[in-house]
């Protein structure tokens, strides 16, 4: 669904269509593909964040509501195995996924959209694999799936470490 959204995007010239000049298309597309680990995991600690509590006392907590009604379901994998990692409620689904259109904000190749939709795919079924090295799922995200308040993003990005969300399993 975000795909066909963001092809009505090019199709309608709402996102312009740079990508047509193809002395800058490797280039670009070589910078997406570096850069995308980072703002990635930074994409994935907040909405990933978001669908937890978020403790508040003078706005709505959404955060539980979307944790209630929707990532509670990916939560009922506490023994997390890389079918764990694509169980997701389809509102948790399309938060997910939505990093696929952080590209139309900038210069971008449509292919990037694309390339996204796969990598988040294949992050989230390898990050659930269950199994530290030479797995790819890790001991940190398994703590996630077992006390749900700690752990939201990756051990890549210090995002937990900033924000006090970390736990080591000490």
Request: glycine share 6%; net charge negative; hydrophobic share 40%.
């Amino acid at each position: 669904m975000l795909e066909v959204f963001a092809l009505n995007l090019y199709a309608n010239s709402q996102i312009q269509n740079y990508y047509l000049d193809m002395t800058l298309f490797p280039y670009v597309t070589l910078a997406w593909i570096v850069l995308s680990p980072f703002w990635r995991d930074l994409h994935f600690y907040v909405v990933h964040r978001a669908m937890h509590k978020w403790n508040t006392k003078y706005i709505p907590d959404i955060g539980n509501y979307l944790y209630i009604y929707a990532h509670s379901l990916h939560h009922k994998s506490r023994n997390i195995q890389p079918w764990s990692g694509i169980s997701m409620h389809p509102i948790e689904g399309m938060i997910y996924e939505s990093a696929c259109l952080v590209p139309c904000l900038f210069f971008h190749h449509p292919l990037m959209i694309n390339i996204i939709k796969v990598d988040l795919t294949l992050s989230a079924v390898l990050g659930h694999d269950g199994h530290d090295f030479p797995g790819s799922g890790d001991w940190f995200h398994y703590l996630h799936h077992t006390k749900t308040d700690c752990n939201y993003g990756s051990p890549n990005a210090p995002l937990d470490w900033v924000f006090g969300s970390i736990d080591y399993g000490d």
